[in-house]
């Protein structure tokens, strides 16, 4: 079997985690994968004729003196030198079998073999345990039943005596009816260490223990060397050849890459070898260190492998030579990379590794391969399923339903079913087919449905329904297109583009809703990709510019706030924004451009920039009085406070003075108290 060396890349692969933009759960389970533990190793001396050791790791060395036990692995090499007898071998293995059946707690085999305690001189049992992993540490632990409650628990089963070693800092008596589990506290019944801080009393023991060369402080990993190995086929193939004479040896890259052998259908049985194993003309080869007959690997690599490199190639595709030239890897890492958190500890590990060692030899310019990952959720469907105390607990279609109130019942049975939200699966008739929400709502509205349902990372429940309000939203925003277009198609005035400061209130509203949604939708699309809110973010904008049409539905400005939404909204719905931004185009321009020719210009446009002046938002309300009496407010910039002939224009164009002063020609004497700046009074002649 063949192996790539992972372990060696541990500590980096760890450390760099906290620099992704990934994440938590992501980065947390890598990190358990991973599984870096700072401990010790401490020898016990096995009593037994042929003499030999048992090295057990643990992270609490000042627990020494409370050891009562020794635990391996029930597949730890350890067994090997212990010579245990057949039935003791025969229950390891129903003990490895029970390592994920913990419900009546640890299990284990004693393996009539004793240590010696290295410090004490006392002899301790040697016992198998279900709960000890080979791939942990040293693949044996010393039990401490006082400070642990999987030893507690073990000790107990199988009547071990239980030593406390440490006790609370301040010294209040320990309840020996349950394990003391602590972050700090101090030495009991430790000899020399006794009294002594926990963290000093560690350090101590430790030092201790290396002087005699019984112990040292180690690092270890759960994490192992990569099995890359397969038998099978379809695979890339593994580069080495056997020679009786020179061993395993790589094949030169002068030969590379090693081409499978095409074979016949009736090579392929499912079952047995691998089909290669029946290539005689393609394994039998010669060695290439020594020319003598030599035969290639038959194994093949894990697909993982392949899937830990593939991404290159979008940026060299139709290089023959190589995995990407060196001028096009500069352009890694990857911005963004999309994928299922179900890969995290595995694909998405060895894209690491594999990434971190294309930089080691100076491929890639970078150490990580994905600057920022999004895991993206579920669609779950409705799930119908019938109850086991009343049924099959079989699903059932939704043909296969009638909702009766609030509840689903069967039609066969007419019993109520439980009605859950699942992962979508054919064998739960849950499913839904694209084409048929395609046909009836189009492939715009269906692609802005599930991105406006739900987060990307998000379980996306799948209500069929919902989707009406996207499309009666698309349907308003093509109805406001059409109308700007033929108001301001009728009208054909030209229309200054007033400067902030001059614009009205609803101007100003305008402007500021239009670069509200510029700013926020840009930076969905550039760093968070939470595309539900550039969505609502473009809901409001074109709700604020349909309660602002009656007004300014014939202004340039507004037409130019319609061509915005339309470049910001073409990401999401390309075919839609495509047609409306057609339509607005003809404001615009001579008649001389074919459709297909404007609708292609959206897909070229600068992505509009948010104003900052137009996102300023000091505004004051202003009280307004005719004739004497209160009749509304309006906003207005908090700098215009106290001047009249800036205020009076807003107050004459805003609603409330259209109300209350629709002719113009009424207005008398107009003033500011000097009390109150944020009050205007108008005389009615």
Not at 25 to 49: C, E, K, Y
Not at 54 to 67: D, M, Q
Request: one cysteine or more; proline letters at 7%; charged letters at 20%.
């Amino acid at each position: 079997q063949w192996f790539f060396r992972i372990t060696d890349y541990a500590n980096s692969l760890l450390d760099r985690l906290d620099t992704l933009d990934w994440p938590e759960r992501v980065r947390d389970m890598q990190r358990n994968w991973i599984g870096r533990s700072h401990g010790v190793t401490v020898d016990f001396p096995l009593a037994i004729p042929d003499g030999g050791k048992i090295s057990v790791f643990t992270t609490k060395p000042e627990t020494l003196y409370g050891v009562t036990f020794i635990a391996v692995a029930p597949d730890s090499p350890i067994l090997e030198q212990l010579n245990v007898s057949e039935e003791i071998r025969g229950g390891l293995t129903r003990l490895l079998r029970q390592r994920h059946e913990l419900g009546d707690g640890p299990a284990g085999i004693d393996l009539g073999v004793h240590a010696v305690h290295p410090v004490t001189g006392e002899r301790v049992p040697v016992f198998a345990a279900n709960y000890v992993l080979s791939s942990y540490g040293t693949a044996a632990v010393m039990g401490v039943p006082a400070h642990d409650e999987r030893d507690w628990a073990f000790a107990h089963k199988h009547r071990l005596p239980v030593k406390f070693v440490v006790q609370p800092m301040n010294g209040a008596a320990l309840d020996e009816r349950v394990p003391f589990i602590y972050r700090q506290g101090l030495l009991i019944n430790s000899g020399s260490h006794t009294s002594h801080p926990v963290a000093e009393a560690s350090k101590a023991i430790l030092e201790e223990l290396a002087a005699r060369g019984l112990g040292k402080a180690v690092t270890t990993f759960r994490l192992r060397d990569w099995l890359v190995s397969r038998q099978r086929f379809w695979g890339t193939p593994i580069p080495i050849v056997h020679c009786n004479g020179c061993g395993p040896v790589c094949v030169p890259d002068d030969q590379l890459p090693v081409m499978l052998p095409e074979l016949e259908a009736k090579s392929f049985v499912g079952r047995g070898a691998s089909p290669l194993k029946d290539a005689h003309d393609w394994i039998n080869c010669k060695c290439p260190k020594c020319g003598s007959p030599a035969t290639r690997e038959t194994d093949t690599m894990d697909t993982f492998v392949d899937s830990s490199w593939y991404y290159l190639r979008y940026l060299d595709p139709h290089n023959k030579a190589q995995i990407c030239s060196p001028a096009e890897s500069k352009n890694m890492p990857v911005d963004v990379y999309v994928g299922g958190v179900e890969h995290a500890v595995l694909h998405l590990l060895y894209a690491r590794f594999i990434g971190a060692f294309l930089h080691d030899i100076g491929f890639n310019p970078a150490p990580e391969p994905f600057k920022k990952l999004l895991t993206q959720g579920m669609v779950h469907g409705i799930t119908f399923q019938e109850k086991l105390e009343t049924g099959t607990g079989r699903y059932l279609k939704a043909t296969e339903v009638t909702k009766v109130d609030t509840r689903f019942h069967s039609n066969a049975s007419g019993k109520e079913v439980l009605v859950t939200w699942e992962k979508m699966s054919k064998s739960k008739y849950n499913g839904i087919e694209p084409q048929d929400i395609i046909k009836q709502y189009g492939a715009d509205t269906a692609r802005l449905f599930v991105l406006f349902k739900a987060p990307p990372e998000a379980v996306l429940d799948w209500d069929a329904s919902a989707i009406q309000g996207v499309s009666r939203w698309l349907q308003r925003l093509w109805t406001m297109v059409h109308d700007t277009v033929q108001v301001q198609g009728l009208a054909r005035k030209p229309h200054a583009d007033p400067s902030t400061a001059d614009l009205d209130t609803a101007r100003r509203a305008l402007r500021f809703a239009l670069h509200s949604c510029i700013q926020n939708v840009t930076t969905v699309l550039r760093d968070s990709h939470t595309f539900n809110t550039a969505i609502a973010d473009l809901m409001k904008l074109s709700n604020t510019l349909r309660e602002l049409q009656p007004q300014l539905g014939a202004d340039k400005e507004f037409a130019g706030a319609l061509r915005s939404l339309c470049v910001m909204l073409h990401p999401m719905a390309p075919q839609i924004s495509s047609e409306l931004w057609t339509h607005l185009q003809s404001l615009s321009n001579t008649g001389q451009q074919s459709a297909t020719d404007q609708a292609a210009m959206l897909s070229s446009q600068p992505w509009p920039v948010a104003d900052k002046d137009a996102l300023l938002t000091d505004t004051k309300t202003l009280t307004i009085q005719v004739g004497g009496k209160f009749r509304g407010t309006i906003e207005v910039p908090s700098s215009l406070l106290g001047n009249v002939q800036e205020l009076l224009p807003l107050v004459l164009d805003s609603p409330v003075g259209k109300k209350w002063l629709p002719d113009r020609s009424r207005v008398g004497k107009v003033f500011v108290p000097p009390s109150n700046s944020a009050t205007i009074i108008i005389m009615t002649k």
